[in-house]
Structures are given as C-alpha cells and as structure tokens.
C-alpha cells in the first residue's frame, strides 16, 4: 500500500483565515515533505521532516508553519496568506534511506484559493 | 547541483503506439536516482518507474521502460501501447544520493495528449 492521504482535496480561504493542510501515511515512513505546485509547474520543495525532525526549510514565508505530530502525520498551518499563495500543495513521504532509491510517494494534493 | 531538462512541452502519440519522453541532467553527485512521475488532471503525482545511477540494466516497469545513457545523460522514458489514460504531464526528478535527504529536482515537465 503506497496511499498518501491529504484533507481537505479543496480550500477556499480569506486573507485574515486561519487553516490547516493534513497528510497522513502509514507506510512506515520516516521522511515527510510539503511541495507547492503552480499550474504547469514543477513541484517546489517546500518543508522536509525526517524523523519528525525538521531537516529542510526552503526560505518559506513564516506564514506556512509545518507540523509533524508523529511520524505518520504532517500538518501545514497557514495564516494570513496572500493570494499568490494560491496554488496545489502537495504532500509525499518516504522510507529515508540515504544512498538508496528512497523514492516519494505523493498524495493526490489539497488545491488550496485565497481570496 | 542538480539540472533536469526536459526539452518536450507538449507530445501527441496515437492510442496503442509507443512514445518517448525525454530527459537529460547534469549532476556533480557521483551516485544518484532517475524518477518519472506522472500528474493527471487530478493533481496527484504518481511514481511510474526509478533509474539508479549504477544499476546496470535498464528499468522497467510493465508498460514503461527507461532508457538510461549514463555517459550522454539521459534517462528516456517509453511509454509503449499507448493508452487513453495515459494523457497526463510527465515528470523527470534525480536526487543526488550524497545531498541532503528530500532534495530531489524536477524538469519542467512534459504534456502527454493520446489520441483515440
């Protein structure tokens, strides 16, 4: 089983809305990811948690704030968004084995509109 | 650094005929991995096939193989039999396996369109 699965698929949000973004594997990953997408755009690394440590930030406004729980979860809080935040957020895990293939699984993504 | 290149922004291929997606990349890792997702209209990014960089036969994943030329830096991927749901756009990524973890790069992607 190689299911990601991210809540809520759509999200509608003001300026002022505070929201969250989940993601939940349970395929014994170790490593969880959040990537933004722009429409016929490549994915962009957002945040990298491994071991629910935060290993990676990608200069990220401080208006996306990532969580992780438990190894089997990931949280994205969002407040105060601009519209050009607007975009598909995609999130991925996997086993982190440095060397290896270590390929990541994505969920099908939350198609986030701040308006 | 890492650079995906995928010179194709759009491909039509007749339904049951085969196709080829291309990439090239550079890399200063001297081990690293070749991925190609597929993202339907839908949005979700599915795995299709993985490449090593010292594997010595070429992947293959039912309908799918990769082409890999270590020395011209390529890694092709061929769709054969085409399929209607096979319309979708398509991604080359590598990951270096001595950068750090979760820092893999993506092309630019290219436009599959089958046609019936």
């Known amino acids: 089983d190689t299911e990601v699965t991210q809540t809520p698929k759509h999200l509608v949000m003001g300026m002022t809305n505070k929201k969250s973004l989940k993601c939940e594997q349970h395929?014994?990953?170790?490593?969880m990811y959040w990537y933004k997408q722009k429409a016929k755009k490549p994915p962009e690394l957002m945040f990298v948690?491994?071991?629910?440590?935060?290993?990676i930030n990608e200069s990220v406004p401080s208006r996306f704030s990532p969580e992780c729980p438990n190894s089997s979860l990931l949280n994205l809080h969002l407040h105060a968004l601009q519209p050009e935040d607007s975009a598909l957020y995609l999130c991925?895990?996997?086993?982190?084995?440095?060397?290896?293939?270590?390929?990541?699984?994505f969920g099908a993504g939350t198609r986030l509109s701040v308006l | 650094a890492q650079k995906i290149t995928q010179t194709q922004p759009g491909m039509f291929v007749q339904e049951k005929e085969a196709v080829t997606l291309d990439c090239t990349y550079d890399?200063?890792?001297?081990?690293?991995?070749l991925f190609w997702y597929k993202q339907p209209s839908s949005g979700e990014m599915i795995f299709l096939i993985y490449?090593?960089?010292?594997?010595?036969q070429n992947a293959t994943e039912g309908r799918y193989s990769l082409n890999f030329q270590k020395a011209r830096k390529s890694a092709n991927l061929v769709i054969s039999a085409s399929q209607l749901g096979d319309s979708a756009m398509y991604f080359c990524?590598?990951?270096?396996?001595?950068?750090?973890?979760?820092?893999?790069?993506f092309g630019d992607g290219t436009t599959l369109t089958v046609k019936p």
């Open positions: 948690y491994s071991y629910e440590k935060l290993s």
């Open positions: 490449q090593g960089s010292y594997d010595q």
């Open positions: 395929m014994g990953h170790r490593a």
């Open positions: 990524a590598m990951r270096g396996f001595n950068t750090n973890a979760g820092k893999s790069t």
């Open positions: 991925a895990s996997s086993q982190e084995d440095r060397g290896r293939a270590d390929i990541q699984y």
């Open positions: 890399t200063s890792d001297p081990s690293y991995g």
